[in-house]
């Protein structure tokens, strides 16, 4: 079965911490990666693409790693608005190869 | 604006019925996709479709059906034959099916 692993938390941290999820991954095939971010409730929406090495945007970084079929996501300088659900994600790896596989999701609570 | 919408936002149903949840986009994507998300659990796909009039199940389609005869809209109905239906349904639109998908607010079905 293809699927998607992450650290199961919760992360509970303060305001300005460096926290990093990790996550690996069992399909050696996927191509492409992303983060979601989950609010309580709501739907997933679009954190990050990592498509090659990694990338950075702003306080957050990715990186994959192919060999170790291993990412990760690094958030700097936590703020309270970064309390969510964050969710890491594949693409293929199912009868479709087109479709999602995610994660069961890695909760993030920051304090002040 | 463009985006995905997904009416109702709840809903409650008695066993034995069966009932139709809308998703419209008006992004012009290609392909749009249903998942099942249940608490502490990843999203998991129902069914899928990447051109108009053509569609595949994903890795739980039992008791579920759908149909594709607009780009615009892809309807998923949850029968009677779903053992456990009560879960949080979402619609998901991707412009070609190979990369990022884009989510609609989700609608939360329960079965009373």
């Known amino acids: 079965r293809k699927e998607v692993e992450q650290d199961p938390g919760p992360f509970n941290v303060p305001e300005g911490a460096t926290v990093a999820f990790n996550c690996t991954y069992s399909n050696s095939a996927s191509q492409s990666f992303f983060w979601y971010r989950q609010d309580c409730r709501k739907e997933p929406k679009l954190l990050m693409s990592v498509y090659s090495s990694g990338n950075e945007d702003g306080r957050f970084t990715a990186q994959l790693n192919r060999a170790s079929q291993y990412i990760s996501l690094l958030i700097r300088d936590s703020k309270l608005s970064d309390s969510a659900t964050y969710l890491c994600?594949?693409?293929?790896?199912?009868?479709?190869?087109?479709?999602?596989?995610f994660g069961k999701g890695t909760t993030l609570s920051v304090s002040s | 604006d463009g985006g995905i919408t997904q009416s109702p936002k709840y809903l409650f149903r008695k066993e034995g019925q069966n009932v139709t949840l809308s998703c419209e986009q008006n992004?012009?994507?290609?392909?749009m996709y249903w998942y099942r998300q249940d608490p502490g659990q990843g999203l998991r796909l129902i069914y899928y479709?990447?051109?108009?009039?053509?569609?595949q199940k994903g890795d739980i389609a039992e008791g579920y059906s759908v149909s594709r005869e607009k780009k615009e809209s892809f309807p998923l109905t949850v029968t009677s034959a779903q053992k456990n239906p009560t879960a949080f349904y979402l619609c998901a639109s991707s412009p070609t099916g190979w990369g990022e998908q884009f989510f609609g607010p989700g609608t939360r079905l329960t079965v009373l």
């Open positions: 479709s990447q051109i108009v009039n053509d569609f």
């Open positions: 994600v594949a693409l293929g790896g199912n009868q479709a190869g087109t479709a999602l596989i």
């Open positions: 992004l012009n994507h290609d392909a």
